[in-house]
């Protein structure tokens, strides 16, 4: 009888944990929470300052006593605890109280190992869900897009997120092949910090490089190209400095990350059955996840496969309205659940 009253009124969670965003989905309220993977604590005491976007703020600006972490790498978790606590507190931030959760799907990218799916679903449980269930990226992102997963015919979709691609061919509830490269949003940032590092001497914050990706960042020639002023720190005499930029220079930067992307595209589509391939090539390459909202990324796809490339309505939520989709239809979407299910 206790069980039955938790469950009517526990609160189903899906859970988009990403490298550089995590998302909560509610059932019943949809997203709830989009904010910034990352947790400011206390050095001494492990106090928690801040989480999400006021960490994000943070990041750069600390003082000895605070450190902001980032607790996943490459879309898998590199600090257990860290992620614990973020997990936490961003239920909480959705005003679901803890002894409320139900069941949570996790979303996690396609090449998991079972060891880092194990440190996903002990941290979900941690946070207090009763039973786990886990998810790949591309599979949440293809139901979020609305493709026809449950239909003998071949879809791509290309995920990319802050730490990995996720590149899969789906059909019939199952990916047939797919390729997960480490190579996102967090690359390409990186990216940008090393070419300025290299060419102008100059030092720049992971939040600026960041900045600049978003607002004049491209994979292929604009219209006009823009400008921008940059500030950083000059590496030769140590005192801050600005220099305006233009937007062919962080294209060029960014390219060898692009090309990473469009040679594990070719390689899915080389591994794809002939049968499906020729769906794909009818129905065409969807783009989701942040990165998809780089200028011009459908265009240099398009220009390198030959095939036609799709970005995804809100293409940052994808994964979390896939999750969503599979908490209100668990039935219908049994057969996309990682194995190894374990409830508490």
Same mark, same amino acid.
């Given at each position: 009888m206790g069980m039955s009253f938790l469950n009517f009124f526990s609160s189903d969670v899906g859970i988009d944990l990403g490298t550089a965003n995590t998302l909560i989905y509610v059932k019943g309220k949809g997203i709830v929470v989009n904010e910034p993977s990352i947790i400011a604590l206390e050095d001494n005491s492990d106090k928690i300052i801040a989480v999400g976007n006021e960490a994000r703020q943070m990041l750069g600006r600390t003082h000895q006593q605070i450190t902001t972490i980032r607790p996943l790498k490459d879309g898998v978790i590199a600090d257990f605890e860290a992620t614990e606590i973020m &997990?936490? @507190?961003? !239920? =909480?931030? #959705?005003? !679901?109280?803890?002894?409320? &959760?139900?069941? !949570?799907?996790?979303?996690? %990218?396609? *090449?998991?190992? @079972?060891?880092?799916?194990? #440190?996903?679903?002990?941290?979900a449980e941690r946070a207090g869900a009763r039973e786990v269930n886990l998810v790949a990226e591309a599979m949440a992102a293809a139901i979020g897009v609305g493709l026809e997963i449950d239909a003998p015919v071949g879809n791509m979709i290309v995920d990319i997120g802050g730490g990995t691609s996720e590149i899969a061919v789906i059909s019939l509830y199952g990916i047939v092949n797919h390729t997960s490269i480490r190579v996102g949003g967090d690359e390409m940032n990186l990216a940008i910090i090393q070419h300025f590092k290299k060419k102008f001497n100059l030092l720049i914050g992971e939040k600026t490089a960041e900045d600049i990706k978003c607002n004049i960042g491209s994979a292929y020639p604009l219209e006009e190209e823009q400008k921008v002023e940059v500030k950083g720190r000059d590496l030769v005499d140590g &005192?801050?400095?600005?220099? @305006? !930029?233009?937007?062919? @220079?962080? =294209? $060029?930067a960014l390219?060898?990350?692009? $090309?990473?992307?469009?040679d594990a595209i070719k390689l899915s589509l080389e591994r794809t059955p %002939?049968?499906? $391939?020729?769906?794909?090539?009818?129905? *065409?390459?969807?783009?989701?996840? *942040?990165g998809a909202l780089l200028k011009?990324?459908?265009i240099r796809l398009r220009e390198d496969t030959s095939m036609a490339i799709h970005v995804a309505d809100d %293409?940052?939520?994808?994964? #979390?309205?896939?999750?969503?989709?599979?908490?209100d239809n668990p039935e219908r979407y049994e057969k996309v659940l990682l194995h190894h299910r374990r409830s508490i």
């Open positions: &997990i936490r @507190e961003l !239920i =909480r931030k #959705a005003n !679901i109280n803890r002894m409320m &959760i139900g069941k !949570i799907v996790v979303c996690v %990218p396609s *090449g998991v190992t @079972e060891v880092e799916k194990r #440190a996903v679903r002990d941290s &005192i801050p400095k600005t220099i @305006e !930029i233009d937007s062919s @220079e962080i =294209r $060029a390219n060898d990350s692009i $090309a990473s992307i469009v %002939p049968e499906l $391939a020729s769906d794909i090539l009818d129905r *065409g390459i969807i783009l989701s996840g *942040g011009n990324l459908d %293409p940052l939520t994808c994964v #979390a309205r896939g999750c969503g989709k599979i908490l």
